[in-house]
């Protein structure tokens, strides 16, 4: 579990450019603004490409993919 | 006896009350009775619909029935195949009745189009919701009352909110408990209060009283001035500004109001949008379902295709070519004119810059200041930008310089 | 449990309680005392003109109604409110007309004065209202009244059938629609028919009343305020009324009022209307005609619901600025043409009461601005007011009217040679 978030935060610093993100595991994501929907689907293509799993957007119910911890328990039940 | 446009009279929320009285009482008493909920609908649709002529109501029941006939081909088709090709097939079969109303007015010889009612571009957005997540599979079952009820909801029926199915359905299957009720009459009867205060009075107000008064002066100065432009034409640019929030807001909570009492949670259409700090989150604030609508299912499903196909490398130019379309087609939506288009295109051309404007403020964090007053600027700024588009959008430049 | 839904319910319950009451209840709200008469008379607030109550209690007071449009807020020294107030004159004007009005919306209006039965009014009439394609459907719209127009389906039955389907078909026509019930009401007006029994009953007892209560309550609640602009005109003549030497008062004021410009066209109105934009104006109305407009028949609506209650009515043509003529290029004719109408169908149903200020022997000053009456202009048409306005009852002798359903038919709007 703990692998999949470091992968995770790897992915949300990459797709943002900002260091600090993934910090707190629980930090709302959109509504700090650190995901607008630009950078949302650029994790989710990633998060298919490195984990193999399928993320159909209407699949993506944002209060289900908010934190960090709420990704990476979603991508454990997806894989 | 006419057609009756909801929520726009007070016989409206005189039949509307009683019609709604006994679903109430059965939710008070932990009940839902289908039945007469499915009565109630038709009872309202008649009125909506049937007055006077009847060619509405004619279109509506062909459009329902061919909609219906989409969704259960594909619902069907799709648990065996999965052809990309097929699905795009279906949806624009989904959109055509849409598309041949909105180009009828292009026409010469026009004609009353053969889907043109009320409200076909709300239930549009519901059919074709449901299309794409049958497709992801996220949609596996859906029965044929199940989708007229949620297509034909009559709180939203006219001008949204666009509710989600499954969030719709997770409502209607439910009975809420007597706490949960009784939170949703307060709020109910909060947001109706709200609704008429914003609609009738506020509304009226900038609609009715102010705006005919600015609108006369600013067309005076029409070939008299380059372009027409005045001063007026800024006083029309606020007056209809708060007439179209007030209006719109305040029939949006009457349509929350009202599926509040039948224990829908109706999700809201606006939340504050004049305090927006910028661009984007004025989209996130202004008419919220219909542009969380286009975000989900039109530019999110786009960027995704763009990104997966490598068709596109730089993000910036993946994002702009976004909201290009994304914006274009909202501007086609709301009617082919130039104005409607061109609102489109200003608003596409705002969220580039605001994008622009992030990232250069992102890089230089530390030489940008940021307090109470950048904040009021910037609210200031958005303000301005939302109401100049509206001034746009609501075709004063086509009587001042063309009509 | 109940607690907590009287909290919720409670407050809308008592709101419509008082709603209720408010509208429907018949109860008289004595709101309209006769201050509130006196700055109605010259406030030219919309609501005086959409609403009925003000006017009816003015009517039991001492006013005559002037009734026209824009040229009535002209309110320089010689207005008539102004010299009524003081010289003194026995009834005082009752001013009604905005930016806009035109014929159809003064008929209703007059439709919906009942106690002006049997007096006099005054009205001025503007050429250019008379334009190839009539009122703006928009303009009407604006200044419709609901309440007059429940009062005039709900007296459909009487009158004249020809006028009352006219007037049904053409509220109609220019695109109202005041609720289902309502604009079937019209519709069936408009073919010839009574209205049913449901749609008097339900208009009569729901709309109107509450309509009724509605202006009672509000239509005379603070209002625009002219008074202090009266009274200060009117502080600036002299005390002793002397036509001569009023005549040179009001040419010396326009005179100063008009130094922008060399076409006496008032500074102010020059100013903010016209100096930028002057030249557009040059040879512009060359093609201007007035003599086919549907306007003639909304006029001859006016002049039903002046017989139908035998209004005593002097008729006013206002002039327009002489140089404004000669500049925008508009042919003489076009006016001579238009008067020359307008008298035939005026005087041959016998309103023979016509003050015509548009043909005049020395015509300086004679407007305050374009097209609109003032100075000079006011105080000619002054001095037919002082004896017509020393009794407001009309004379019989004056309201044997002839009506003739002939001005009411597109024939007559589109005629352009009146033979006569």
């Keep these: 579990m703990d692998d999949i978030k470091e992968k995770i935060v790897g992915i949300l610093q990459d797709v943002t450019g900002l260091d600090n993100v993934g910090q707190d595991a629980d930090q709302d994501l959109f509504k700090d603004g ?11 293509v990633t998060l298919q490409d490195d984990f193999g799993i399928q993320v159909p957007v209407s699949e993506f119910d944002r209060s289900q993919w908010s934190t960090v911890n709420k990704i990476a328990q979603r991508v454990q039940e997806l894989e | 006896m006419n057609n009756i446009t909801p929520y726009s009279s007070p016989h409206y929320f005189i039949y509307l009350m009683l019609l709604l009285l006994p679903i109430m009482i059965g939710l008070w008493f932990g009940k839902r009775f289908r039945v007469y909920d499915f009565i109630a609908t038709v009872i309202i649709l008649i009125i909506t619909f049937f007055g006077g002529n009847m060619s509405q109501g004619i279109s509506l029941i062909f459009y329902v029935l061919y909609e219906m006939l989409l969704v259960f081909t594909y619902l ?3 648990k065996k195949h999965n052809n990309f090709w097929i699905f795009t097939s279906y949806v624009v079969l989904a959109i055509i009745p849409l598309v041949f109303v909105k180009l009828d007015p292009l026409l010469k010889n026009q004609t009353i189009s053969l889907f043109a009612f009320l409200g076909i571009s709300y239930l549009t957005f519901k059919a074709v919701e449901i299309i794409m997540e049958i497709r992801d599979g996220v949609i596996k079952d859906i029965k044929p009352y199940e989708f007229v009820r949620f297509l034909l909801f009559f709180p939203t029926i006219s001008s949204g909110p666009i509710d989600r199915f499954r969030r719709f359905q997770k409502d209607v299957m439910n009975v809420p408990s007597r706490d949960e009720y009784v939170e949703l009459l307060h709020s109910g009867v909060n947001r109706l209060m709200q609704g008429l205060l914003y609609k009738f009075i506020i509304g009226y107000f900038f609609g009715t009283l102010l705006l005919p008064k600015v609108q006369i002066l600013t067309l005076s100065y029409k070939g008299q001035t380059p372009l027409g432009l005045s001063w007026a034409l800024v006083a029309y640019m606020y007056v209809y500004s708060m007439y179209l929030f007030f209006d719109f807001a305040g029939y ?4 929350v109001a009202i599926s509040n009492f039948m224990g829908v949670k109706t999700p809201m259409n606006f939340r504050a949008p004049f305090k927006s700090h910028n661009i984007k989150d004025f989209w996130n604030r202004w008419h919220i379902t219909l542009s969380f609508w286009f975000r989900d299912f ?10 997966k196909h490598k068709w596109l490398k730089n993000r910036v130019t993946i994002a702009n070519v976004g909201y290009i379309t994304l914006f274009l087609i909202m501007g086609f939506w709301h ?3 130039w104005y409607y288009i061109v609102y489109g295109i200003f608003h596409a051309c705002a969220m580039i810059t605001n994008d622009a404007w992030l990232r250069y403020k992102k890089k230089h964090r530390k030489q940008i200041p940021s307090n109470k007053f950048t904040e009021a600027f910037a609210i200031f700024l958005t303000f301005n930008v939302v109401c100049f588009s509206f001034m746009i959008f609501s075709g004063i430049l086509d009587k001042l310089w063309f009509v | 449990m109940k607690k907590k839904l009287w909290m919720i319910f409670g407050p809308v319950i008592v709101a419509i309680a008082a709603l209720l009451i408010l509208l429907w209840a018949p109860i008289n709200f004595k709101t309209v005392t006769p201050q509130k008469v006196r700055q109605a008379a010259t406030s030219l607030d919309i609501r005086v003109l959409k609403g009925e109550s003000v006017k009816n209690a003015a009517e039991k007071e001492n006013y005559i109604p002037i009734i026209g449009s824009s040229e009535l807020s002209r309110m320089d020294p010689f207005h008539p409110s102004s010299m009524a107030q003081k010289y003194h004159w026995k009834n005082k004007p009752f001013l009604q007309g905005n930016p806009g009005t035109a014929s159809l ?3 209703m209006n007059v439709g919906g004065m009942s106690n002006l039965k049997g007096n006099k009014a005054v009205f001025i009439i503007s050429p250019q209202w008379f334009s190839k394609s009539g009122v703006q459907a928009d303009a009407f719209k604006y200044f419709l009244s609901p309440l007059q127009l429940t009062g005039f389906i709900l007296k459909s039955n009487t009158g004249d059938k020809a006028m009352n389907k006219y007037v049904a078909g053409r509220i109609l026509d220019l695109g109202v629609s005041k609720g289902p019930i309502e604009d079937d009401a019209l519709e069936r007006i408009s073919e010839g028919k009574q209205i049913t029994s449901f749609q008097r009953f339900y208009i009569e007892t729901f709309v109107r009343s509450s309509l009724q209560s509605q202006d009672n309550l509000f ?15 009117a502080s600036k003549l002299p005390d002793n009324y002397n036509y001569k030497d009023l005549n040179k008062l009001a040419t010396k004021m326009a005179k100063h009022n008009s130094r922008d410009n060399d076409m006496q066209i008032g500074d102010s109105f020059y100013k903010r209307q016209l100096r930028k934009r002057i030249r557009t104006y040059k040879n512009t109305h060359r093609h201007v005609k007035y003599t086919s407009s549907p306007e003639y028949n909304d006029f001859q609506a006016l002049l039903y619901m002046f017989a139908r209650n035998k209004v005593e009515v002097m008729f006013v043509i206002q002039p327009i600025n002489p140089h404004w003529v000669k500049y925008t290029g508009m042919p003489k004719s076009s006016i001579t043409n238009f008067d020359k109408k307008i008298k035939y169908q005026l005087r041959t149903q016998g309103f023979n ?8 022997k020395n015509s300086n000053y004679i407007a305050e601005d374009t097209i609109h009456m003032g100075w000079r202009g006011w105080l000619m048409l002054d001095h037919h007011l002082k004896g017509y306005y020393k009794d407001k009852k009309a004379n019989p002798e004056n309201t044997q009217y002839k009506m003739d359903d002939y001005f009411l038919s597109n024939e007559w709007a589109q005629t352009k040679n009146v033979t006569k």
């Design chain 1, 34 to 44: 650190v995901l607008d929907s630009m950078a949302t689907v650029e994790v989710l």
């Design chain 2, 76 to 78: 069907s088709y799709r």
């Design chain 2, 252 to 255: 949006s909570l009457f349509a």
């Design chain 2, 298 to 307: 039109i530019y999110m499903r786009l960027m995704f295709t763009v990104i």
């Design chain 2, 335 to 337: 009617g082919e004119t």
């Design chain 3, 105 to 107: 919306t003064q008929a």
């Design chain 3, 219 to 233: 239509g005379s609640l603070s209002m625009n305020d002219h008074e202090n602009m009266i009274n200060d005109a």
């Design chain 3, 353 to 360: 009461n016509i003050v015509d200020l548009s043909n005049v």
